[in-house]
Nanobody, 114 residues
């Protein structure tokens, strides 16, 4: 079955960086565009970034443009989210998702606080 396992989160000070990873299995990773979402308790899940199958096309939500970078390694079936210049409002649980597959991992907590 489809499995998505996020890792790399944690507590970081404002202005710091984190790199999230999402290891995928149970489907042909290289055939799917991938997305990162985030969710704050009490709010809807929001799209953060997306990447095409070969990684040539990326899109970012306005709040993270210029600070976050999505990338992928099809050989490792892994998608990444490099987060720089983190702000307290980036605090959320982050999830990865394969476009078209209704399957979600447990998510990973990112907390930005001094």
């Amino acid at each position: 079955q489809v499995q998505l396992v996020e890792s790399g989160g944690g507590l970081v000070q404002p202005g710091g960086s984190l790199r999230l990873s999402c290891a995928a299995s149970g489907f042909t990773f290289s055939s799917f565009s991938m997305r990162w979402y985030r969710q704050i308790p009490g709010k809807e899940r929001e799209l953060v970034a997306s990447i095409s199958i070969l990684g040539r096309t990326t899109h970012y939500a306005d709040p993270v443009k210029g600070r976050f970078t999505i990338s992928r390694d099809n050989a490792k079936s892994t998608v990444y989210l490099q987060m720089n210049s983190l702000k307290p409002e980036d605090t959320a649980v982050y999830y990865c998702n394969a476009v078209g597959l209704d399957s979600w991992g447990q998510g990973i907590q990112v907390t930005v606080s001094s």
